[in-house]
């Protein structure tokens, strides 16, 4: 365990192939894709009347659960508005025609002409959603005439509120893919330098590789637990990030080396060579994660992706350690459950990473 | 210098074809990418409720009205499954996270929807994750404005105020729109990765010194490799376009698009492979050459407008100048013909930066000339 340790510190290659992944991975997701979409529109009011007023109003003003505008609204003229429509300065065109209070107190129906630069289909879902929304807003308690008009409301009752900005979903998922890929790389690392360097056969040469392999084990969890400390740093400081249940995380960060090691060890025995093995590892935990939930949850997947994630394990930690993680704690069952399938598939992993790893060691 | 070039390209080839491992971690990354990317995109839209309807002993025509239109596939995703059922097992499979939100339908909801004062819905719902949330709130309003307005609105039973819409342009799903920012990055992510290969393979095999002798042969080694890798880069364009065009439903608005997605790929992969070459010869060591690639092309597609449109993300007033950018601005419009206010200054850009490549190999060549001649004077004394 010492050897190894030492043989990690010793290389800055090794430490920087394990961390600088888990830092561009967390930076770059926390700048471009955690940002809510406020979208562009310049809205046309053909006259002052109060009703449109109102109605503009609510376009401006309404907003997401976690607290985001829903659109960047510009108060133009017709001519004004079409040419930033034209040049893609706004991504709709909104106009309120004139006389609105006079249609609705006479009981009509108004349509509100909208255009919108369909860049693709979900920006304009986004697009539409966000303006139903804004009509369902006006059209409430809308007073015509004597008579006051209400429609069905909904009230939300989240598990958290204000609802979470995504930021913190992906920082809570870059922590557990830090948990799981840095236990994996270090156990990959003490596996295949031995090959690599050929000094796989005087290992061979102990009568029992059992505590050979614990040593490594107990030396990548040492190595994960500073490289997940460092990237629990980074979020700190950079995102202002700290999990809700941080008394629990040593707790999964066990489970996750657990879970881990054995599939790397399997890989590394094989692979035999610390560069092409890591990059293996580096490129299943990655893809795992996305997999299982790194961007959004992967319950929300169909198809072929939806059966990738539900035969994955990793689908069952990353679930219950993200929801913890955010929300404090997840319910009893799913907990059990998701301990149980991970478990077994770290239970069966670690005996066969073993005879795996004897049988390559006496081969070589 | 001619004969030496194309003794450089076709060792190059020999070299690709002896190494499948190589040509194999080429491939993997734009199909991983694009199974992530795109599948995640292609595979949501359509949720499971739970729907605990507490006004089914009462029937209401209401009630049925308004359950009939959360189940509508029309209008706007998400499109909700309802699954109906008793609190205890809506509650179960909120906790075992089998769906996302939870529909409780009031008793009476139907009467007061009659008597023209509805009762509140309550949704229950995870807001662990923004963009779910987001589409759970909005998929409930766009579901109660649609009631609102077939039954309501529509039918003049109270005034108010509908959206009538109009799409400038056709409909082009998100995972659609992807893969324009996806084949533009095969292209650069080619250029390095294979240049990077080349670029590494004469230190790797210890025949760099016998180049460094020959005349001319640094810039014959240079120039072939470059070239080589551009060309081995096309072919294995072509193989991943056509899993792009069978796997991923890509497909090119006949031959002009064709057309500038081979314009795309003259302009951009030769911008990125003379760096790629240049990084291979100085590691010379082609396992240092995947890891930076990946992240260096990954990098650049994602602040180019991978996901959404350049215009509309953080830092497109100085991104817009990448020359990933530029292309997945004319390819986006060359394919879905989206963005055509950009096409022409994106052109441009792709030029120039193709410009600054060869600058920087005369460039190369003029210094490596000025370095021998240096030398030769040293050693001359």
Not at chain 1, 79 to 88: D, H, M, W
Not at chain 1, 117 to 139: E, G, H, P, W, Y
């Amino acid at each position: 365990m010492i050897a190894d340790l030492k043989m990690w510190f010793r290389q800055p290659k090794l430490i920087i192939m394990s961390v600088a992944p888990l830092l561009i991975i967390s930076i770059f997701a926390g700048l471009f894709l955690a940002k809510t979409e406020i979208l562009p529109v310049a809205i046309v009011l053909e006259d002052q009347d109060p009703a449109a007023l109102r109605l503009a109003d609510d376009l401006a003003g309404l907003k997401s659960g976690s607290g985001v505008t829903w659109f960047l609204a510009q108060e133009d003229d017709a001519a004004t508005a079409r040419a930033k429509f034209e040049a893609g300065e706004v991504l709709g065109l909104v106009t309120i025609p004139a006389g609105l209070t006079q249609a609705l107190n006479d009981g009509q129906t108004v349509a509100v002409p909208i255009t919108i630069n369909n860049i693709n289909d979900d920006v304009t879902k986004n697009f539409l959603q966000r303006m139903q929304n804004a009509l369902n807003s006006f059209n409430e308690g809308l007073t015509a005439g004597d008579a006051t008009y209400r429609i069905p409301r909904v009230d939300f009752v989240a598990d958290v509120s204000p609802d979470l900005p995504l930021i913190r979903y992906l920082c809570a998922s870059i922590l557990g893919l830090a948990m799981l890929m840095s236990s994996s790389l270090a156990v990959t690392f003490a596996i295949a330098r031995e090959f690599e360097d050929r000094t796989i056969k005087e290992l061979v040469m102990t009568p029992r590789l059992a505590p050979v392999l614990g040593g490594k084990l107990l030396s990548a969890t040492v190595q994960a637990l500073i490289v997940t400390v460092f990237i629990l740093l980074e979020e700190r400081l950079v995102f202002g990030f700290s999990p809700d249940n941080l008394a629990a995380q040593l707790g999964f960060f066990l489970w996750g080396v657990f879970f881990s090691a054995g599939l790397a060890a399997v890989i590394a025995s094989v692979v035999k060579q610390t560069l092409p093995a890591g990059i293996l590892v580096m490129v299943v935990n990655i893809a795992g994660w996305w997999v299982a939930g790194g961007l959004a949850p992967s319950e929300a997947w169909t198809g072929l992706l939806r059966t990738i994630a539900d035969l994955w394990p990793g689908t069952y930690f990353y679930q219950v350690y993200i929801n913890a993680t955010l929300l404090g704690g997840v319910s009893g069952g799913l907990a059990l459950r998701n301990l149980l399938i991970t478990g077994a598939a770290g239970a069966v992993m670690l005996p066969a990473a073993y005879a795996v790893f004897v049988r390559e060691a006496r081969e070589v | 210098m001619k004969t030496q070039v194309f003794a450089e390209i076709a060792k190059s080839v020999r070299y690709w074809t002896k190494h499948k491992l190589i040509a194999l971690v080429s491939v993997f990354p734009p199909l991983l990418i694009c199974l992530l990317f795109v599948g995640v995109f292609q595979t949501t839209g359509i949720v499971n409720i739970a729907v605990v309807n507490r006004d089914a002993e009462t029937p209401s025509v209401w009630t049925e009205r308004f359950l009939e239109v959360l189940e509508t596939r029309t209008g706007t995703i998400p499109y909700f499954t309802p699954v109906f059922t008793d609190e205890q097992t809506a509650q179960t499979m909120f906790d075992m996270h089998e769906t996302f939100a939870v529909l409780y339908i009031p008793e009476g909801f139907g009467q007061s929807v009659e008597d023209g004062d509805p009762l509140s819905l309550t949704v229950k719902f995870t807001a662990a994750h923004e963009d779910i949330s987001k589409n759970v709130r909005l998929g409930m309003e766009a579901r109660i404005y649609d009631f609102v307005k077939l039954y309501q609105l529509d039918a003049g039973a109270r005034p108010g105020v509908t959206v009538e819409e109009n799409l400038a342009n056709a409909s082009l799903p998100r995972a659609s729109y992807m893969m324009a920012g996806i084949m533009i990055w095969t292209m650069v992510f080619f250029g390095l990765l294979v240049g990077g290969a080349l670029g590494a393979m004469e230190k790797e095999g210890g025949t760099q010194v016998y180049i460094q002798m020959a005349s001319g042969g640094e810039t014959a080694s240079l120039l072939g490799k470059w070239l080589a890798a551009v060309a081995i880069s096309g072919v294995m364009l072509v193989f991943l376009t056509l899993c792009y065009v069978f796997l991923f439903g890509v497909s090119f608005p006949g031959a002009a698009g064709v057309g500038w997605y081979a314009l795309m790929f003259i302009l951009l992969t030769p911008t990125f492979s003379l760096p790629g070459v240049l990084y291979g010869m100085k590691v010379g060591d082609f396992r240092l050459v995947p890891a930076p690639m990946i992240i260096i092309s990954i990098t650049l597609w994602l602040v180019s407008g991978a996901l959404n449109p350049l215009e509309f993300s953080a830092g497109s007033a100085v991104f817009q100048y990448l020359p990933t950018a530029a292309g997945i601005r004319v390819l986006s419009y060359a394919l879905f013909n989206r963005g055509a206010q950009f096409a022409g200054k994106s052109l441009l850009i792709l030029c120039a930066w193709f410009a600054g490549v060869l600058l920087l190999f005369f460039g190369r060549l003029a210094a490596r000339r000025r370095k021998h001649a240096a030398l030769g004077t040293q050693a001359a004394r």
